[in-house]
């Protein structure tokens, strides 16, 4: 799931990408150098997991991005 973090740099553009394009064993790749980026995930993770998602951080250090992993459940639906 590509939220286009660095092309916005708009948090609440960063939250709405990330829950469009969710689905069950996705994976949120991030540039986590940009603070809209982190805000913006924080705020996808607290509505994914508010819903009953399990979410997974995976990080990647030699590569300097983040990814998330997301477990929807089934008929999940973001309310955005």
Not at 16 to 30: A, F, K, P, S
């Amino acid at each position: 799931i590509d939220p286009r973090d660095w092309e916005s740099r708009d948090a609440d553009q960063v939250r709405d990408n990330i829950l469009n394009d969710v689905y069950d064993g996705g994976v949120v790749i991030c540039h986590d150098q940009y603070e809209s980026t982190v805000q913006g995930v924080l705020e996808a993770v607290d509505i994914l997991l508010e819903q009953g998602s399990d979410v997974y951080e995976l990080l990647d250090l030699n590569i300097g991005k983040c990814r998330m992993a997301v477990a929807a459940p089934e008929g999940y639906v973001a309310d955005i």
